[in-house]
Nanobody, 119 residues
Framework: QVQFSESGGGLVQPGGSLRLSCATS????????MGWYRQAPGKERELVAY????????IYPETTKGRFTISADNAKSTLYLQMDDLKPEDTAVYYCNAVVDSKPFFEPWGQGTQVTVSS
């Protein structure tokens, strides 16, 4: 059974940093491209960072480019997201998932981890 367990969220002031982790089980982690997604209240879930199977190539939308860094440890089957210079608009629940054909692949999603950016 596929499981994603996200952690590391919290309350942080604007300009602060957080590092999220996503422990995975039930999948062959190394063969999947992976992504971090977020969902804010009243909004659709969006992809905020993507890492290819090489684990060397990454893609970010303009909203997070230069501030977020995605990485993966295949030996630990764990995905990470370093978030710097956080802004109030980054407030959301953050999730991880495999990405196949530009879409999240597995169900169910994990419980996510809440990130709140506020002064």
């Amino acid at each position: 059974q596929v499981q994603f367990s996200e952690s590391g969220g919290g309350l942080v002031q604007p300009g602060g940093s957080l590092r999220l982790s996503c422990a995975t089980s039930g999948i062959v982690f190394s063969i999947y491209a992976m992504g971090w997604y977020r969902q804010a209240p009243g909004k659709e879930r969006e992809l905020v960072a993507y890492i290819m199977t090489s684990r060397r190539s990454t893609i970010y939308p303009e909203t997070t480019k230069g501030r977020f860094t995605i990485s993966a440890d295949n030996a630990k089957s764990t995905l990470y997201l370093q978030m710097d210079d956080l802004k109030p608009e980054d407030t959301a629940v953050y999730y991880c998932n495999a990405v196949v054909d530009s879409k999240p692949f597995f169900e169910p999603w994990g419980q996510g981890t809440q990130v709140t950016v506020s002064s």
